[in-house]
């Protein structure tokens, strides 16, 4: 199973994939996508967001995303152009047949680290050592997103084993 999980931003959009490898979670691929902000219009900006968001799921072909939904912002101007992005990418993942799971950072947070309110390093260092990776990520954005995937994944074990447990009841 490959699973991608999306950090959603206004001008950079952080992805990660992860592959189910047996009983652990594998490095596939993460990176950002970043929005040129010069010179272009909302429109456009959303567009490209659009076009580059698909290539990665054309290349990745995930069989569900996880994305962290928009929780609090003290800044309203980057809260609804974050709302715009989190936009093209719920349509682009439906464009593309792909489910999408959202998630709010507390519960990303908790998934990851089994606390709720741990430090952006903590989860850092947390995505890297489930994922078996020997150095630390470089990118924020993009470990951010590779924690959405774990989620996801934890999300979806839970649910497995709640229909199953209540299929033995």
Known sequence: MIIMGIDPG????????????????????????????AEKTTSQKLYELEKKLGEVLSAHTPDVVGIED???????????????????????????????LEFTPLQIKQAVTGYGRAEKKQVQKMVQAILGVPTPFTQDDAADALAAAICTHSSMLLKTLEQTTRRRS
């Open 70 to 100: 928009i929780f609090f912002f003290k800044n309203l101007k980057t809260a609804v152009r974050v709302a715009q992005a989190r936009g093209v990418i719920l349509a682009t993942c439906e464009r593309h047949g792909v489910s999408v």
């Open 10 to 37: 206004d001008t950079l959009i952080g992805f990660g994939i992860i592959k189910k490898e047996g009983a652990r979670l594998a490095l596939v691929a993460h990176g950002c996508i970043s929005v040129p902000t």
